[in-house]
C-alpha cells in the first residue's frame, strides 16, 4: 500500500514529537522519531512509504495535497499534540476532503490519552492507535489492504460504517526492540538533517533510543504516561553500536548523537557495558543523553561513559524547592530533605571532572510553588551553572497525573487546546495556582532566563569556551543568534507581569 507518514502542517518549526510541543525559543526541533520508526517498520512489511515532515520542510496543506496526489498515496498516518489537536484534525478534514478514498490513522500522545473524545471531534476521524504504535500501524495498513476486519488489530481505536466507536484489544508493549530497524535509516532517506536542532547539542545531529520505559513516576513526564510505560526495555548492547556505526559511516554529516532514553542511566551495569562496546569498537561519535541527578554515579563511572562519547547529559533539576520536587513525585521514595538537591550539585560537579556537559532543565508551576519556591528554583539554577539551561511553566497534558491534578483542583480553567500555545506558537501555560497566574509563571520563565543567561559569570564561561573547542564554538552561535531576541526583548507576558506589578499598592504579592 501507498502510505503518506505525515507530521502535518502547523507553525514553522513546530516541534512536535518533543515532550512540551511548541515552536522553542532555543531553536530546538525534534525528529520525527516516532513516525519515522513507524515508517521504518512499514517499510520492512513491504509498503511504499512517504515521510513528510511539514513544519521543518515548510509544507503547506496544499502541498501536502498536491503530494498525495502526485504519488498516488491511500493511507496517511498522521502525528498529532495536544496544543495542536484543532490544527491536526482541519488538516486531515482537508486531506479527506480533496480525496475521499483515503484511509487516515491519528497517532501521538494526545490522541492515546483521548482516543474517543478526538474521534468525537468531526465525522471525518476514522481510526487512532493507542500508545506505541510501530506495530499497530502495521497491522492497520493489512487490514486495509486486504479488506481484514479492523477489530483484529490490537491498540486500535476506529469507527465503524454504522458510525459507533469502537475500542480493539489493548496492544502489548513492544519487548524485542532489536526487531525495529534503525530510526537513522528512515531519517536519511527522508529528512534534511540540518533542520533539526537542540539548542545543548553539536548540529548537525541524529536521535534516537536505546531503551524504552522508566521506572520513575514524575507526576508531569507525559511519554511514560502516555506511550512507553514504566517497565525498561533495552535494545541489546551491538545493536545500539550497530546503530552508532551507521551513523558514522552513512551520514558523515553528523557530529552528535542524542540519546532520547527517558532516562539514560537506569541500570549502571547495562550503561557501563555500552560503553565498554562503543570503545571497543572505536566510538567517534559524541552523544548526549537524558539523565537524572541521583543515579548516584562516580566520577570513574562517568569517566568511562566520556571516554565512549558522553558529551552532555540533559538533566531534570525542576524545582529549588524540596516540598515542590516531591509534589511532583520526582523521588519515588517520596524523601522530604535536602538530599535531592546535594545530589544534584554534586552530580554536575562530578560531570565536569569526567569532562562531561550538564543541560539543566527548571520548571515552575507545580504542586506546593509559591512566588519564593520560583525564586529559589532560579536560585538553584545559578548556583549549579550547568552549560545551558532551559526554564518552562509546568505545561500539563491529558493522559498526566499533573494533568488530573491540575483538572481536581480546577487550575485549569481553559478548555481550549490552543491555549497551550500562543499566537506564535511559543508555549503557554494553562495552569492558574492559587497566588500564581499563568501569565505569571511564563513570565517568570522569561526573566529566568535572561537572569541566567546574561549573568557575567556565565558569559564569561560561555566566552573561555568558545575561545578553546570549535565544535562548541559553532553551538554557541548558533544558540545565541536564535535566543538573543528573547533575551533582549522578553515576551509579551514579562511586559505583562512588570504592568501589574508597577500597577500593585506597595508590599502586594502575586
Known amino acids: 500500500m501507498r502510505v503518506l507518514f505525515l507530521n502535518p502542517p502547523f507553525h514553522p518549526r513546530f516541534s512536535r514529537e518533543q515532550r512540551s510541543p511548541a515552536v522553542t525559543k532555543s531553536g530546538t526541533l525534534y525528529y520525527p522519531k516516532w513516525l519515522s520508526t513507524a515508517a521504518g517498520v512499514a517499510i520492512k512489511n513491504g509498503h511504499d512509504v512517504d515521510l513528510v515532515d511539514a513544519p521543518a520542510g515548510g509544507f503547506s496543506v496544499q502541498a501536502v495535497i498536491d503530494r498525495i496526489t502526485a504519488k498516488s498515496?491511500?493511507?496517511?498516518?498522521?502525528?498529532?499534540?495536544?496544543?495542536?489537536?484543532?490544527?491536526?484534525?482541519?488538516?486531515?478534514e482537508a486531506l479527506i476532503a480533496a480525496h475521499p478514498s483515503l484511509h487516515v490513522l491519528l497517532v501521538g500522545r494526545h490522541v492515546s490519552s483521548l482516543p474517543r473524545e478526538t474521534l468525537k471531534m468531526s465525522s471525518a476521524l476514522q481510526a487512532v492507535a493507542i500508545r506505541e504504535y510501530e506495530y499497530t500501524v502495521r497491522d492497520w495498513l493489512s487490514a486495509k489492504e486486504c479488506g481484514a476486519d479492523l477489530a483484529t488489530v490490537d491498540g486500535l481505536v476506529w469507527r465503524n460504517a454504522a458510525g459507533e466507536i469502537i475500542s480493539n484489544k489493548q496492544r502489548e508493549a513492544i519487548e524485542n526492540l532489536d526487531e525495529l530497524p534503525f530510526v537513522s535509516e528512515v531519517?536519511?532517506?527522508?529528512?534534511?538533517?540540518?533542520?533539526y536542532f537542540y539548542g545543548h547539542s553539536l548540529w548537525p545531529l541524529v536521535v534516537f533510543d536505546t531503551s524504552r520505559g522508566c521506572p520513575y513516576h514524575c507526576s508531569f513526564c507525559v511519554y511514560p504516561q502516555t506511550f512507553s510505560g514504566h517497565r525498561m526495555r533495552f535494545r541489546s548492547v551491538s545493536n545500539v553500536a550497530d546503530e552508532f556505526e551507521f551513523v558514522a559511516r552513512e551520514m558523515p554529516e553528523i557530529k552528535t548523537v542524542m540519546l532520547e532514553d527517558d532516562t539514560f542511566i537506569v541500570s549502571k551495569p547495562r550503561t557501563l557495558e555500552l560503553a565498554n562496546e562503543l570503545i571497543r569498537r572505536g566510538n567517534k561519535l559524541p552523544f548526549d543523553a537524558n539523565c537524572r541527578a541521583d543515579v548516584g554515579s562516580d566520577v570513574e563511572f562517568l569517566s568511562v561513559l566520556h571516554k565512549a562519547g558522553a558529551r552532555l547529559f540533559c538533566v531534570g533539576f525542576e524545582s529549588g524547592d524540596v516540598e515542590v520536587i516531591n509534589g511532583m513525585h520526582k523521588n519515588n521514595d517520596d524523601r522530604r530533605d535536602a538530599k535531592y538537591h546535594e545530589e544534584a550539585h554534586r552530580f554536575v560537579r562530578r560531570c565536569r571532572d569526567a569532562g562531561i556537559m550538564v543541560h539543566g532543565c527548571f520548571m515552575v508551576g507545580n504542586l506546593n510553588e509559591t512566588p519564593a519556591s520560583m525564586e529559589k528554583t532560579l536560585s538553584f539554577a545559578k548556583k549549579l551553572c550547568p552549560d545551558t539551561a532551559q526554564f518552562f511553566p509546568i505545561m500539563v497534558y491529558p493522559g498526566t497525573v499533573a494533568y488530573e491534578e491540575a483538572k481536581k483542583r480546577e487550575y485549569i480553567q481553559i478548555e481550549d487546546w490552543g491555549a497551550w500555545l500562543t499566537k506564535d506558537g511559543l508555549h503557554n501555560s494553562v495552569v492558574t495556582l492559587p497566588h500564581i497566574t499563568h501569565e505569571q509563571l511564563?513570565?517568570?520563565?522569561?526573566?529566568?532566563?535572561?537572569?541566567?543567561?546574561?549573568?557575567?559569570?556565565?558569559?564569561?564561561?560561555?566566552?573561555?569556551?568558545?575561545l578553546t573547542d570549535r565544535r562548541e564554538l559553532q553551538r554557541n552561535v548558533k544558540g545565541f543568534l536564535t535566543l538573543s531576541k528573547y533575551l533582549v526583548k522578553?515576551?509579551?507576558?514579562?511586559?505583562?507581569?512588570?504592568?501589574?506589578?508597577?500597577?500593585?499598592?506597595?508590599?502586594?504579592?502575586?
Open 490 to 510: 522578553g515576551s509579551q507576558h514579562d511586559k505583562s507581569e512588570k504592568a501589574d506589578a508597577a500597577s500593585k499598592p506597595q508590599g502586594a504579592t502575586a
Open 73 to 92: 498515496i491511500e493511507a496517511v498516518v498522521c502525528d498529532t499534540s495536544t496544543p495542536s489537536i484543532l490544527n491536526d484534525v482541519s488538516v486531515v
Open 442 to 466: 511564563v513570565s517568570f520563565c522569561d526573566r529566568a532566563r535572561r537572569s541566567f543567561y546574561l549573568a557575567p559569570k556565565y558569559l564569561g564561561y560561555k566566552l573561555k569556551q568558545s
Open 187 to 195: 531519517y536519511k532517506r527522508f529528512l534534511h538533517t540540518p533542520d
